[in-house]
């Protein structure tokens, strides 16, 4: 019973795969914070011509 658990204690293959959970995690996190900033820039980007566009329309 204790080689069993001697065994048990050594084993890191758990130990392994929660850590790239965690690493996917944090990759997931920062993929979609960058894609919320890209997503705010963009809107921005298109009001701007949008309203540059309706300026353009209306002086004719």
Sequence with gaps: MTKLFAQFIKD???ATAIEY???????SVA???????L???LGAT?????????????AR
Excluded: V
């Design 12 to 14: 890191e293959s758990g």
């Design 39 to 41: 997503g705010t820039q």
């Design 31 to 37: 993929l979609i914070a960058g894609a919320q900033s």
């Design 21 to 27: 959970g965690l690493i996917a995690a944090l990759i």
């Design 46 to 58: 298109f009001n701007s011509l949008k309203t540059s566009m309706n300026t353009a329309t209306a």
